[in-house]
């Protein structure tokens, strides 16, 4: 079974600053899907950013990107320019292209950003 | 731009009673799926629903809980009996028959047993 670890419970940065989240997976497919999705005090589950792992290119989305490294099973992202929004909780997640295609999520990280 | 939504928003109920918590999916998603967030805790899978059937499930999902897709809109998870332990928020997605597609989340429902 597929298993995503998130090992920075907690990160803070300064606003303005870029901050770096760390995610690492474990898997035996070759082709899959990740996802760093944010959750604010509101609970809601919002899309940040999606990777392909066939794709070798990093994903990119405005101030948000990642560092995918397949043979390493790591998927970071990078905030830039970090603003008091983007404070909450940024889980990652994994995605099989089989089955249900259900999404596995790691433990979260809490990001602060301090004014 | 079309959203998943989910009823109620906070629902309240006393240990051993039976809850059912409402999702209305994007209208034309195929994939629909139910996860579970205890509090402070990570979001993990509960059931997943294709062609009318449950098509994957996880341990968490025991004989307490069920789905359903009543009419053409609707995608219910009923807990017949729940327990302290249910409490937790849970969230409804869904998916078009793409493969590789977005899985849209609804804003979840709050389910706090006493």
């Known amino acids: 079974a597929q298993t995503v670890t998130q090992s920075q419970p907690e990160m803070s940065v300064q606003e303005a600053e870029t901050v770096t989240l760390s995610c690492t997976y474990d898997?035996?497919?070759?082709?899959?899907?990740l996802f760093w999705y944010k959750q604010p005090p509101s609970r809601q589950m919002i899309l940040v950013i999606r990777q392909e792992a066939y794709k070798q290119q990093n994903a990119t989305e405005n101030r948000f990107s990642v560092n995918f490294q397949k043979a390493a099973k790591s998927f970071s992202l990078k905030i830039s320019d970090s603003q008091l929004g983007d404070a909450a909780m940024y889980f990652c997640a994994y995605r099989s292209p089989e089955g249900a295609q259900k999404l596995v999520f790691g433990q979260g990280t809490r990001l602060t950003i301090n004014p | 731009e079309p959203e998943v939504t989910q009823t109620p928003s906070h629902q309240v109920t006393q240990m051993g009673q039976e809850v059912i918590l409402r999702c209305v999916p994007i209208s034309n998603h195929l994939y629909f799926y139910w996860y579970r967030q205890i509090l402070g805790q990570k979001v993990e899978f509960l059931v997943s629903f294709y062609n009318n059937e449950i098509s994957e499930k996880s341990e968490i999902f025991d004989d307490q809980f069920s789905v359903e897709r009543p009419d053409g809109s609707n995608f219910t998870l009923k807990i017949r009996s729940t327990k302290l332990e249910d409490s937790a928020m849970y969230f409804c997605?869904?998916?078009?028959?793409?493969?590789?597609?977005?899985?849209?989340f609804g804003p979840g429902t709050r389910l706090t047993v006493t």
């Open positions: 997605a869904s998916r078009t028959g793409t493969g590789g597609a977005e899985q849209y």
């Open positions: 898997t035996s497919e070759s082709d899959y899907y």
